[in-house]
């Protein structure tokens, strides 16, 4: 009696061993299928050229601010697109960012973006990201 007892201890925990293990592959191989360095615009649901409105807000002072016209639009999206976007899984967490950039179609969250976050997923800081974003708050009329 005391011997099955003991065999059933140990399965169970064999058996829990085991499937935490593969829980933990499965994440890991879901996380490694998002940490391909690629161009900004490939990580747009869609065609990035169909944004109709950016919304930004400043993490300095929390001002928001919306671009409609479609001019400023592709001209903006012109230079950020081929950025190239290199994701971090091992950045720490930051408090704060310079801005908070939202795209959107047809009213529909798209994208969002920050200096080292897609989607709420870190990326490796981009100075030339955060340039360009700066340089729209500023010219947004």
């Known amino acids: ?36 360095t690629k161009q900004l615009e490939k990580f747009y649901p869609g065609n990035i050229t169909n944004v109709d409105s950016i919304e930004m807000i400043s993490g300095s002072n929390g001002n928001r601010k919306v671009i409609n016209n479609p001019v400023e639009i592709k001209e903006w999206l012109e230079k950020i697109r081929h950025l190239v976007i290199v994701p971090d899984p091992k950045q720490e967490e930051s408090s704060g ?39 729209l708050y500023r010219d947004e009329k």
Request: charged residues 20%; aromatic residues 6%.
């Open 1 to 36: 009696m005391k011997r099955n007892l003991v065999m059933f201890i140990i399965v169970t925990m064999l058996v829990g061993i085991c499937v935490g293990c593969q829980n933990d592959n499965q994440s890991n191989s879901e996380v490694s299928d998002d940490l391909t």
């Open 97 to 135: 960012v310079l801005f908070h950039v939202t795209l959107f179609e047809k009213e529909q969250e798209k994208l969002y973006i920050t200096p080292t976050s897609i989607n709420h997923n870190p990326i490796k800081p981009n100075p030339k990201l955060a340039s360009l974003m700066k340089e």
